[in-house]
């Protein structure tokens, strides 16, 4: 089978590393600056970074309906930190672009100033049989969930770090920075199994 095509957000923040971690599980990862670059994706990655300017980029590269098209069209979209608030409904009102697709209310910076940056193991027996290490860079942590919404992680206290509803994937913590790639076979897992593909004369 040919490597699946993976989009990596590319307008700022981590795109980097996702697109080093794709390689080594074997995708071919596509940095996405302009909806052109959106053609013949399998899956895409919306990276951490600082949601307001993703957002503002996103409005100014007209990137934004784009996005939400693909998100329509069932291919597997994951936002990792700053990417699962963009891919949010709810931000708690707060005024910045979105894609509004995942049934979450999500909470910026939330953790506060003494947990701003931290690290911890989650237990997440849908993703790998053992637990994960994640990394928390000043993240949103997921406040509730719509009905169609599984939790697949969350902090000792009940706080939900990660979530899956159908094509989409979203977490608080940046699995692209651990050296650890069972969260990217995940996500690429989720490709594999047949949400939407490509056009058939693109494979
Ligand atoms: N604090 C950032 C935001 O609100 C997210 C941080 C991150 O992606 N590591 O957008």
Known sequence: MSAKRIGVLALQGDFKEHAKMLREIGAEPVEVRRAEHLTDLHGLIIPGGESTAIGKLLV????LEPL???ISSGRPVWGTCAGL??????????????LGALDVTVRRN?????????????????????PLHAVFIRAPLVESVGAGVQVLGTLDDGTIVAVRQGNLLGTSFHPELT?????????????????????????
């Open 85 to 98: 608030i963009l891919l949010a409904k709810d931000i708690g009102g707060l005024q910045q672009p979105l």
């Open 68 to 70: 939400k098209q693909l």
């Open 179 to 203: 050296g650890d790639s069972r969260f990217h076979l995940y996500f690429l897992d989720m490709v594999e199994s047949g949400s939407a593909a490509p056009s058939a004369a693109h494979g």
């Open 110 to 130: 939330a953790f506060g100033r003494q947990l701003d940056s931290f690290e911890t193991d989650i237990p997440m027996p849908e993703v790998a049989d053992q």
């Open 60 to 63: 100014s590269y007209q990137l």
